[in-house]
């Protein structure tokens, strides 16, 4: 009887996943906010199950995509499903938020990458590419709209930064691909987890943003990385330059955060106004020089306990 219920309910969310599919890939405007929560069914799924039925589950999965969508459907399901397996087994065994959103991070930061080299292998399309020959078209544009105005003094500036933009775009990629795999991953457990929550799976909270405590060691990353930029002078296009600034990149929006979460937790200490915070986070994304005063409270907490040290003199 008790199996009877497992495939019936592993069947409904099949077909629920099945719906889902379906409208992210042939309605857009509405799939691309659907496509958040495709990882839902395998959560609830694999809270419920043990590793042979999430299996099963997973290769159902599969031939269903691979029947509703063809190609594309199976890629969409193995990103998203497999964050959802890897999500809905971390809660299942009492993992903390932080945990599994790291883990869901590198689990869909390798379906991106591999997305992305089966689509530059087999359908010939490469999104860097795209992207830089909008870019040069744009700036065709905007040279024959000068000569129009007769500003051609300008036609070489613009030549310059555009050169400059795509070298920027090149060689961060892996820093954005980092990033945006951490912003999908926490959008949808976002929009996932309470809906979830309905279905009888139990999620840890997250607790409040200023007891934010990233582990230490990222400090040292990134004095290694600082100083291996400094030490060296590798050249822009090489692939050492590739990994240490991509690295210093990441590391340091890390510390930036820790820098942020440190700010409300003094803020919360002497009672200041919550605006206040909210205000200065957002002179952090416009002013560089509140960003780097931001991120040297970063490295003070991490490198110091800056917050213990606080505590004990209050």
């Not at 590793?51 to 029947?67: N, T």
């Not at 959103?101 to 530059?120: N, P, Q, R, W």
């Not at 090489?238 to 340091?252: H, Q």
Request: proline share 3%.
């Amino acid at each position: 009887m008790k199996d009877v219920r497992k495939l019936t309910e592993g069947a409904i969310l099949l077909a629920a996943f099945a719906a889902l599919l379906l409208v992210t890939m042939y309605i857009p405007l509405v799939g691309a906010i659907v496509n958040l929560v495709l990882p839902l069914p395998f959560i609830i799924f694999s809270y419920k199950n043990g590793p042979k039925l999430i299996a099963a589950f997973a290769v159902a999965a599969i031939f269903i995509s691979f029947i509703a969508g063809s190609i594309l459907g199976l890629g969409i399901m193995l990103i998203y499903g497999t964050v959802g397996l890897v999500i809905g087994y971390l809660l299942q065994k009492g993992k903390s938020r932080a945990f599994i959103l790291i883990a869901g991070s590198l689990t869909m930061m390798a379906g991106l990458v591999i997305m992305y080299a089966v689509t530059v292998s087999f359908m010939k399309i490469d999104i860097i590419h795209e992207l830089t020959v909008a870019l040069n078209e744009s700036v065709k544009n905007s040279e024959e709209m000068l000569k129009a105005m007769g500003r051609e003094d300008q036609i070489a500036k613009i030549k310059e930064q555009n050169s400059l933009m795509l070298k920027q775009i090149v060689t961060l990629a892996p820093s954005a691909l980092i990033f945006a795999a951490i912003l999908l991953t926490f959008i949808t457990q976002w929009i996932c987890f309470p809906i979830a929550k309905r279905f009888g799976v139990n999620v840890q909270p997250w607790g409040h943003f200023r007891n934010l405590a990233l582990p230490k060691s990222l400090l040292w990353y990134y004095l290694i990385a600082l100083g291996a930029m400094l030490l060296f002078h590798p050249q822009e296009g090489t692939y050492i330059y590739s990994v240490l600034i991509n690295a210093r990149s990441v590391l340091e929006t890390f510390i930036l955060l820790q820098g942020v979460a440190l700010l409300f937790f003094l803020f919360h200490q002497k009672s200041v106004a919550k605006g206040l915070g909210v205000f200065v986070v957002i002179l952090t994304f416009m002013i560089p020089l509140v960003r780097y005063i931001i991120m040297l409270l970063g490295i003070t907490d991490l490198g110091f306990n800056f917050r213990k040290q606080f505590e004990k003199k209050e």
